[in-house]
């Protein structure tokens, strides 16, 4: 039978698949994933709300940053190790007496960077009266208040630092000295009790620890005695009154005494305390007509903003891994004297 059916073309074997298109799927897939990494991260970086940057500190509190303190490693200066052997247990520096244990490091050259813009942020002179707060707690208020009364007394000056933190005191426990007295049994007492100034290990640094809680510390500090109080202070000739002291967010006393000095330094914990928060805390010290002379950025990650802040950490002291003795402690804090009105 006669067909119709020809060929026309002979099917010819194709060399290669004609999908998947590989190249250009993998071209594709970049694309894409680099548009949504990109946006991402945009997006990521909108709802975080946090500061990060001096520029930022500026550009949301109005006030200028006057320091940046690294964050101390874990895995380097600090790290404590346990015994297991029932030995003493060993440790590095505390970065709460860092500046007097390592002072080559570079968060000690960071707090020297935060003392002498303290000494210059006023035109008037070198403030007297300091506040450290900060919004929350946890931010580094304790630490940076001891490291800059270290370092003020390592030019000579003559410091006496308080802990007037009367809710979580914890200058006591890092100087290892009693709490019995302090602070807080003086501004309670029913007479003028000068509130017996402690020496430290470190030379020309005195301690007023924060003394037994009280139940009312927001009353005790606003009352008259605290202004009588800061005044004996003043009149035993030194030249800096650091004060540690609570978050303002929580509680009224940082506000309180931020009305009675010369100058408040805010600590801004970096990644951690939120812009509003940061405003918020300006706004409450601007309502008293505090001096809030600038704030501190705390736990800087300096590697990620090393074009910043980079020239500022250079090893000035050759090699400052290997810390230097500190100078023997003194055997016993000694109370100085005790005075009444
Ligand atoms: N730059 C830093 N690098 C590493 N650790 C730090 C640094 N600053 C502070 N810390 C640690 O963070 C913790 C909180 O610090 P600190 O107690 O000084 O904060 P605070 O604001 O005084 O807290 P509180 O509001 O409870 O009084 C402590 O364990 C301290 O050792
Ligand atoms: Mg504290």
Redesign the pocket.
């Known amino acids: 039978m006669a067909s119709n059916v020809r060929i026309v073309d002979v099917a010819e074997v194709p060399n290669r698949p004609s999908s998947p298109k590989v190249a250009l799927n993998i071209l594709l897939s970049l694309v894409t994933g680099l548009g949504l990494g990109v946006g991402l991260a945009f997006f990521f970086e909108y709802l975080d709300k946090s500061v990060k940057t001096p520029e930022e500190i500026l550009q949301v509190g109005g006030i200028p940053a006057i320091g940046v ?4 490693r874990p895995d380097g200066a600090g790290l404590r190790v346990i015994r297991t052997d029932g030995g003493e247990p060993a440790r590095g520096p ?3 007496l860092i500046s007097h244990e390592d002072p080559k490091s570079k ?1 000690s050259e960071a707090f020297r960077e935060v003392r002498t813009a303290l000494l210059v942020s006023q035109a008037g002179g070198p403030p007297k009266t300091i506040l450290i707060t ?1 919004a929350c ?8 208040a001891i490291n800059l009364a270290i370092t003020l007394a390592q030019i000579g000056r003559r410091v006496l630092l308080v802990d007037a ?1 009367l809710r ?1 005191p ?1 200058i006591h426990r890092i100087f290892q000295i009693g709490n019995g007295h302090g602070l807080s049994t003086c501004l309670s007492a029913s007479d003028l009790l000068w509130p017996e100034p402690l020496k430290s290990p470190i030379q020309r640094l005195d301690l007023i620890p924060s003394g037994p809680m009280p139940p009312n510390p927001a009353d005790l500090l606003d009352s008259d005695r605290f202004a009588r109080v800061q005044t004996e202070f003043l009149e035993q000739g030194y030249d800096h009154i650091i004060y ?1 002291s ?2 303002v967010l929580p509680v009224a006393d940082p506000v309180i005494m931020a009305a009675r000095v010369d100058a408040v330094a805010l ?1 801004v914990l970096a990644g951690v305390t939120s812009r509003d928060a940061l405003a918020h805390v300006v706004r409450r010290l601007q309502q008293v007509k505090a001096r809030a002379v600038g704030a501190i950025l ?2 800087a990650d300096l590697s990620s903003q090393s074009y910043y802040y980079g020239y500022s950490y250079k090893r000035y002291y050759g090699d400052d891994d290997k810390p230097e003795a500190p100078p023997a402690a003194s055997p016993e804090p000694r109370r100085d004297r005790t005075v009444r009105a």
């Open positions: 303190v690294p964050a101390m505390l970065v709460e968060i900060s707690p946890g931010e580094g208020k304790t630490a940076i933190d979580r914890r540690d609570p978050p600590v705390n736990r």
